[in-house]
């Protein structure tokens, strides 16, 4: 073996294992998924290039950490936020107005990843913890800081760095790392005022409820799937502009912009997007009878019922699906042949 070959396969041992975590790293940075990946892979890049000079002063997963998080600084720098459609201020819209689509908004795109797949940041003390560090809420609140204040409210909250090792990768000094730090949490808190008093019901509870919403929606009834929403629930579906708040908007929502029907005209399938609970909603072709991927659908669940829901659409669905592990068609009775279940037991 050359000694290229031995430093290839050297690097690729020690790099490998901390790609997953790497990648959601790129992704809570970034809001994007398509631009994580990119980002990992110069990531992994500039690594096996610098690879030589690694001395061994700090961990390979802190070196790692470095290197991501300056790449993601760097692309920064060139891009607009990621909003969500509530983002974009303005009041909750009219559910009958016609649908306004903006594909030019670079929008907040989901993650297709579980708790597990995160546990090597978990830490029940973290200000966002292990499951928040990687929910929608916190990371379309993370779009309203600035590039550094982002990179060190996720270098110090979520992976409980020590501010001087901060300050190190961002070259900076400790007090700027602090101050950085302090204005990023004041700034999360205005921007997600409400996520520390919210309360999840229990695994028995989110099963029935989650199975409750595949009938409501399956059977198209929308009296039904009015009745889990939390009276303040918020529905919002970019590239759609509009957000709509409150279960009888939602549900006239559903009921005047919703292509399906009659009951079967839609099949829901369990996923997991941002350690949330997720569905790939199917929506019946009427030319073949085949039903082909509509809609992702990511649930904010509460004690009270389904709080805030986000719809995602594009025109690469089948795609988008085959990351969350979603076939490419469905039919009423997939979801009872063998289909993962709602909720991990």
């Avoid at 999360?188 to 009938?215: G, Y």
Wanted: proline share 7%.
């Amino acid at each position: 073996m050359t000694v290229e070959a031995t430093v290839n396969a050297d690097f690729l041992e020690i790099a490998e294992p901390f790609r997953r975590e790497l990648l959601a790293h790129c992704y809570r940075m970034m809001g994007s998924h398509h631009d994580a990946e990119d980002l990992l892979q110069e990531t992994y890049i500039r690594a096996w290039r610098g690879y030589s000079n690694f001395d061994g002063r700090a961990s390979v997963r802190t070196w790692l950490y470095k290197i991501a998080t300056n790449t993601c600084l760097t692309a920064l720098g060139s891009k607009q936020r990621r909003p969500l459609p509530s983002g974009l201020g303005g009041d909750s819209y009219d559910p009958q107005a016609p649908l306004l689509q903006d594909n030019e908004v670079p929008w907040l795109e989901p993650f297709p990843d579980t708790e597990e797949t995160l546990s090597e940041t978990a830490d029940p003390a973290n200000i966002v913890g292990a499951r928040e560090s990687i929910r929608l809420a916190f990371i379309a609140a993370l779009q309203y800081l600035p590039e550094r204040q982002r990179a060190v409210l996720i270098l110090r909250d979520v992976l409980q760095w020590r501010a001087a090792e901060v300050a190190e990768t961002l070259d900076l000094t400790t007090a700027t790392v602090n101050s950085l730090l302090q204005r990023a949490r004041a700034q999360l808190k205005e921007a997600s005022p409400e996520r520390d008093s919210v309360t999840e019901p229990d695994d028995a509870a989110q099963r029935e409820l989650l199975q409750k919403w595949v009938e409501a929606f399956e059977t198209y009834n929308i009296d039904a799937i009015v009745a889990l929403f939390t009276d303040k629930a918020i529905w919002e579906m970019p590239p759609f502009t509009g957000w709509y708040q409150g279960p009888a908007v939602i549900g006239s929502l559903i009921e005047h912009n919703c292509p399906a029907e009659k009951a079967d005209d839609m099949v829901l399938l369990p996923a997991t997007a941002n350690g949330q609970p997720a569905f790939g909603l199917y929506m019946l072709d009427p030319e073949d009878g085949v039903h082909r991927p509509f809609q992702l659908q990511v649930l904010d669940i509460t004690q009270s019922g389904v709080a805030h829901v986000v719809v995602f659409f594009s025109e690469t669905m089948e795609d988008d699906f085959a990351r969350f592990g979603l076939p490419a068609t469905a039919s009423p009775t997939t979801r009872t042949a063998g289909a993962q279940p709602l909720i991990a037991d």
